[in-house]
């Protein structure tokens, strides 16, 4: 019986799990005999072969130019690319290698058993652009049976957490609960509601914060500052050269990181650099790692606070504080949110929460089941016109069979607001469809604007397109300041033909479907023709670049 794998593609680790044909939950060991994989790629100077993960580290000592890690940071960045061996890679195509990695070993794992689909996962705040890119990089994946990869979703790293932590759970519960997650690279809060009764089971999400670039290796830098400074005091050793020197920067990456896991054992722990014939020993103690990084840790009760603040809650509306992420291991993150909340804390199986709750979604899924489509999205919504921008609900959730037959439903949310810019007066105006924190899918309109005050002004003659300008924020409110939003979209020029007077009224729909994916629609009131188009990131399809190349890469 072929299988569907839950997959966590993690910035700095990564995990595949699925549900056994008994309903246990198995996470797949690596060729390497590992539960969780180095998200790091080396390219072979050959230019056709390439190592993920453990070996990626060995393979690239003497060649450190051509390793690749933390790229989940940039997906869907346009400008984030990386030359290799002649050919440049977008942030899609790389997390694709380490996918068709994942994939393989799973494969491997399951004895020749198909892989009949997989759900992966992405932190909450990844807007449209980025889980596109999460989407293609799965697509791109060849099954040793030369088939595809199917995607069947595109799941929030947090939603995945709370279905794994309510799995473990069969008694009812009705609790609001804010999931932690600090990764290797990525910071994300949630708030989320969980009601079970029976076999029933709800999770809602209620609203994200976090930092996409704010996670265990920022630690780990701090950790690396304070030995590289020290052993250079001690040496006399040019530090500037150490951090040009590749090996080195690839020394400091692996050992800061291995103190640092110490460190959540012991109270003190040593690392011995060895540069240009001089050798020093350090030795770093947890109060002194605590001090090195107290200021990184206030950054995750900071966004915590700015999201509670910006929702209206507080912290005495939270019941529990779930633990999520390998990085959440560290003492000063219990003893820091003990302190900043008095909350009970549960720490549940940090590495595989994730990749687990995304097993238990892809198991429960029937095999048919696709929650990408556009049309599905605003399937049964119906619109609401108001010129504040108001909008109403998709009637679709995702929903999945869980273990002991209970019947579960996600309620999850659009994790940024989408604005339209139009102009009064000549001046520009941002009016959101469709709100940060509204359930997906969801589909926000206008009132009926008239073409030129989308243009920024003129006479009331006839016009023959409009453009249109969708940009994003991360508001609660219709109205939104120019200075909140972020131009990330390419202006879409949508053209009349025939041409129509300059007063004539058109509808600006937007839709957001289950994946967070856009559609624009605008119809013209007098004629009835509708225009249908996918806002498109500033920069096209390069993040896709280097996609082709994946299928042709022999991993080592």
């Known amino acids: 019986m072929a299988k569907k794998i839950g997959i966590d593609l993690g910035t700095t680790y990564s995990v595949v799990s699925y549900v056994d044909d008994t309903g246990v939950i198995t996470n797949v060991e690596s060729a390497e005999g590992e539960k969780t994989t180095p998200s790091i790629v080396y390219f072979d100077p050959n230019g056709t072969d390439v190592v993920v993960g453990s070996a990626a580290r060995e393979a690239g000592a003497l060649d450190p130019d051509k390793i690749i890690e933390r790229v989940k940071n940039y997906m869907g960045d346009p400008n984030y690319m990386k030359e290799i061996n002649g050919k440049e890679f977008s942030a899609s195509a790389i997390s694709s290698i380490i996918l068709k990695k994942l994939v393989s070993d799973a494969e491997k794992w399951l004895g020749g058993e198909e892989i009949d689909g997989a759900v992966i996962t992405c932190p909450a705040y990844f807007g449209d652009a980025a889980r596109e890119a999460t989407r293609k990089a799965g697509e791109a994946v060849v099954l040793s049976n030369g088939q595809p990869l199917k995607v069947l979703k595109i799941m929030d790293e947090p939603t995945a957490a709370a279905i794994a932590y309510g799995n473990s759970h069969p008694e009812d519960m009705h609790k609001t609960v804010l999931i932690y997650d600090l990764g290797g690279g990525t910071f994300d809060c949630t708030i989320m509601r969980l009601d079970f009764e ?80 001089q050798k020093a020993r350090i030795e770093v103690t947890l109060e002194k790692f605590n001090e090195l990084t107290r200021s990184l840790f206030g950054q995750t009760i900071m966004l915590i606070d700015q999201m509670l603040e910006k929702k209206g809650m507080t912290m005495a509306e939270i019941d529990e504080i ?77 929903t999945f069979e869980g273990s002991g037959g209970t019947s579960n ?108 994916q856009l559609v624009l629609t605008l119809v013209e009131q007098a004629t009835g023709v509708r225009h249908e188009v996918h806002p498109v990131r500033k920069g096209g399809d390069a993040a896709s670049k280097g996609l082709d190349e994946v299928a042709s890469f022999t991993l080592g």
Not at 328 to 342: I, S
Not at 373 to 393: I, K, M, R, T, W
Not at 506 to 512: Q, R, W
Request: glycine share 10%; charged share 25%; hydrophobic share 35%.
């Open 198 to 277: 029976g076999q029933d089971r709800q999770y809602k999400v209620i609203t994200t914060g976090g930092d996409h670039k704010l996670g265990g290796k920022d630690w780990d830098k701090a950790l690396t500052d304070y030995v590289r400074g020290e052993f250079c005091n001690q040496t006399g050793c040019d530090e500037d050269a150490i951090k040009a020197d590749p090996e080195m920067v690839v020394w400091f990456s692996e050992k800061s990181e291995a103190t640092k896991k110490m460190l959540t054992q012991k109270d003190v722990a040593t690392m011995t650099p060895n540069y240009d014939g």
């Open 322 to 398: 779930i633990l999520v992420g390998g990085s959440t291991r560290m003492k000063q993150v219990e003893e820091g949110l003990k302190d900043a909340y008095n909350k009970p804390l549960v720490s549940f199986d940090p590495d595989k929460a994730v990749s687990n709750g995304a097993a238990l979604v892809a198991s429960g899924m029937n095999v048919g089941d696709n929650f990408g489509g556009a049309e599905g999205a605003a399937e049964g919504a119906a619109p609401v016109a108001g010129a504040d921008g108001s909008f109403s609900l998709g009637a679709q959730t995702t």
């Open 409 to 516: 439903e996600i309620i999850e949310l659009c994790t940024k607001s989408y604005c339209l810019r139009y102009f009064s007066n000549g001046q520009p105006k941002y009016i959101n469809l469709v709100v940060k924190d509204t359930p997906k899918p969801a589909h926000g309109s206008t009132l009926p604007l008239i073409p030129q005050l989308t243009v920024g002004g003129g006479d009331s003659g006839m016009w023959d397109s409009v453009e249109i300008v969708i940009m994003e924020n991360e508001e609660l409110t219709s109205d939104v300041p120019e200075d909140k939003c972020e131009a990330l979209y390419e202006e879409m020029p949508i053209p009349f033909t025939p041409p129509v007077p300059g007063n004539a009224l058109v509808e600006v729909t937007l839709d957001v479907d289950i994946n967070g």
